[in-house]
């Protein structure tokens, strides 16, 4: 059974970081790509990054290039995206997901239904 868990959200001022990890259970997160997505209230969910596990290869949504960093550590079944320089535009549940294939959904972030499975969110607040 494939599950997605994220974890490391909260309350944090503007210009601070956090740390999500996305723990993987019922596969092997080796062979997959996972990607990150996100969804304000009253928005839709918008992807937010994307690492394959054929080559490394990472994606980012144009508003968190630069500031945002994906990584996986596959001895630990987990990916983790670090956010730095937090903005309360950032504030929104963050999502993990993987649609089990190798790639990112056409080299890039993709969206929402190129997906298949889903975490369950964690919360991530910015604000003084």
């Known amino acids: 059974q494939v599950q997605l868990v994220e974890s490391g959200g909260g309350l944090v001022q503007p210009g601070g970081s956090l740390r999500l990890s996305c723990a993987a259970s019922?596969?092997?997160?080796?062979?997959?790509?996972i990607g990150w997505f996100r969804q304000a209230p009253g928005k839709e969910r918008e992807g937010v990054s994307c690492?394959?596990?054929?080559?490394?290869?990472?994606y980012y949504a144009d508003s968190v290039k630069g500031r945002f960093t994906i990584s996986r550590d596959n001895a630990k079944n987990t990916v983790y995206l670090q956010m730095n320089s937090l903005k309360p535009e950032d504030t929104a549940v963050y999502y993990c997901?993987?649609?089990?294939?190798?790639?990112?959904?056409?080299?890039?972030?993709?969206?929402?239904?190129?997906?298949?499975?889903w975490g369950q969110g964690t919360q991530v607040t910015v604000s003084s």
């Open positions: 019922g596969f092997t997160l080796d062979y997959y790509a």
């Open positions: 690492i394959s596990s054929s080559d490394g290869s990472t």
């Open positions: 997901a993987t649609d089990l294939k190798g790639d990112c959904p056409h080299l890039r972030v993709g969206l929402q239904y190129e997906y298949d499975y």
